[in-house]
């Protein structure tokens, strides 16, 4: 089912963006240290001469690293009894030691900003129009044009129906035959256009919500991810061992590719919706089962789970531009078949009114204003 916990916020995308930069940071910096440190301190051991110390280490010293950040801890490096001896001109083995781990933690800042950039490209197109700009400004205008083609036109606007029979004529049967009696299936067909746009709309709705639901689960997921990984790198840390970095694996529920379910079975041109079935239906699609599935996040480090992470938006992407390109489809579809229906070879099919009446040559549009409505 899809998971709801999560709801599309601007600001807290924001914020899980900036967090999982400062984790990516902190986590490959703790990595790039553990890594150059215990490579050094078996080195030491490995090459160290017994009877000669460096100037300035005693015997049995530690080299102590803070790590200061969203998880702060200490780890502690043992020196051996012996170390080679340092050149006068040479930094210490623990100046060297801590001007090493300053450059680590500058190149991890900058590494973690560096591809944070390029995460954040790749968001921004999928955090924008936000669900309620659709709402706001394109389905519910929609709505209310069909609300007031239903309340306010009815078939017989011109209430002629009973009294049409009291006028004979060819006049009266052209009148009736080729514009009052056929109004009621103009009506009918302005009703279904609207409401397939007002379909087509809501599954684009859909599609938006879905989408950037999506995308706060995989955000979230994957701070989630890197804070574990984080806490793990305290609790080796307090257990002073070396030992392979355990996968952290995080299921963050995502769009599909498949189709929307409202869509599958109908073109939207045979949609028989009232408003309420309209948004009764597209909310059903969201809904579905069939609208998201797990997508697994895997990775033990930093680089490991900024790739998963950028897979996993890159196929956020990719469903949903699959389900827009079968959306776009269904609406060119409903658009062509308007066109075919005011293209009639006759030019006076009537099914739908024209976007501009057909003026007499010489007559000026403004000849049918009065003229205090010009």
């Known amino acids: 089912m899809v998971d709801n916990s999560i709801p599309f916020d601007y600001r807290q995308m924001h914020q899980y963006l900036n967090e999982i930069g400062t984790y990516l940071a902190e986590l490959h910096y703790i990595d790039q240290v553990f890594a150059y440190m215990d490579e050094a301190e078996s080195s030491w051991w ?90 706001n400004d394109l389905i519910q205008p929609s709505r209310d044009a069909l609300a007031r083609l239903e309340d306010f036109v009815t078939h017989d606007f011109g209430k002629l ?42 599954g684009a709705h859909t599609i938006v919500d ?46 599909v590719s498949a189709v929307i379910p409202i869509f599958k079975k109908q073109e939207l041109w045979d949609t028989r919706l009232d408003l309420a079935g309209v948004a009764a239906s597209a909310a059903a699609g969201a809904a579905s089962a069939g609208a998201m599935e797990e997508h697994a996040l895997t990775g033990g480090t930093a680089e490991e789970l900024l790739l998963s992470l950028g897979k996993a938006i890159q196929l956020i992407e990719d469903n949903a531009d699959h389900q827009y390109r079968d959306l776009d489809e269904k609406v060119s579809a409903v658009l062509s078949r308007m066109d075919l229906i005011r293209n009639t070879p006759s030019g006076e099919d009537g099914r739908l009114i024209p976007p501009q009446p057909r003026l007499i040559d010489g007559t000026n549009s403004s000849d049918f204003y009065l003229p205090d409505a010009r």
């Open 46 to 135: 490995e090459t160290a001469v017994d009877g000669v110390l460096s100037a300035g280490t005693s015997s049995g010293d530690t080299i102590v690293v803070d790590f200061v950040g969203t998880v702060s801890f200490k780890r502690t490096w043992r020196l051996p009894q012996t170390l080679p001896l340092r050149l006068p001109w040479q930094d210490s083995f623990e100046e060297e030691v801590r001007g090493r781990i300053e450059k680590y933690k500058t190149e991890a800042s900058e590494w973690a900003s560096s591809n944070m950039d390029s995460i954040k490209s790749m968001t921004k197109p999928l955090a924008h129009p936000t669900g309620s700009v659709y709402l």
């Open 161 to 202: 129906r009973q009294s049409l029979g009291h006028w004979s004529g060819e006049a009266a049967d052209d009148f009736a035959t080729n514009f009052y009696n056929p109004f009621e299936h103009t009506l009918a067909s302005h009703q279904r256009m609207i409401t397939a746009l007002v379909t087509g709309l809501e």
């Open 210 to 255: 879905l989408t950037q639901q999506s995308l706060m689960n995989v955000l979230h997921k994957t701070r989630d991810a890197l804070l574990e990984q984080l806490h793990r790198r305290a609790q080796q840390a307090a257990a002073m061992q070396k030992q392979a970095q355990e996968q952290s694996i995080k299921n963050a529920m995502i769009i």
